[in-house]
């Protein structure tokens, strides 16, 4: 069975940064495609960035237009874990955020597809 342990939020000044964790159980998530995403109260969920799996021949990375050149996706084979090293961060990066694996990152703007998810971690961006 799979779960999903998403960590590191926290409340940060802007122009701060912070590293957000994806920790799974149950399942190899270098099998698969992980995609970040956040909800704003009030707002829809929406992608922020995707890593496709290590078997993908790709290797790609991908960042929703608001993020690019700020936050940088990882993973650790080893751990289990992808990363989402966020820096230089807005008030509008606030929100919740949230891990989820699928086979591939098509749809990863609107989570279409996306179905597993964990209780997600807490990003205030604030002064």
């Known amino acids: 069975q799979l779960v999903l342990v998403e960590s590191g939020g926290g409340l940060v000044q802007p122009g701060g940064s912070l590293r957000l964790s994806c920790a799974a159980s149950?399942?190899?998530?270098?099998?698969?495609?992980v995609g970040w995403f956040r909800q704003a109260p009030g707002k829809e969920r929406e992608g922020v960035s995707c890593?496709?799996?290590?078997?993908?021949?790709?290797?790609?990375?991908y960042y929703t237009d608001a993020v690019k050149g700020r936050f940088t996706i990882s993973r650790d084979i080893a751990k289990n874990t992808v990363y989402l090293q966020m820096s230089s961060l807005k008030p509008e990066d606030t929100g919740t955020y949230y891990c989820s694996p699928k086979e591939y990152c098509s749809g990863y703007l609107t989570a279409l597809g996306f179905d597993y998810w964990g209780q997600g971690t807490q990003v205030t961006v604030s002064s």
């Open positions: 890593i496709s799996s290590i078997s993908s021949s790709t290797g790609s990375v």
């Open positions: 149950g399942v190899p998530l270098d099998d698969y495609a």
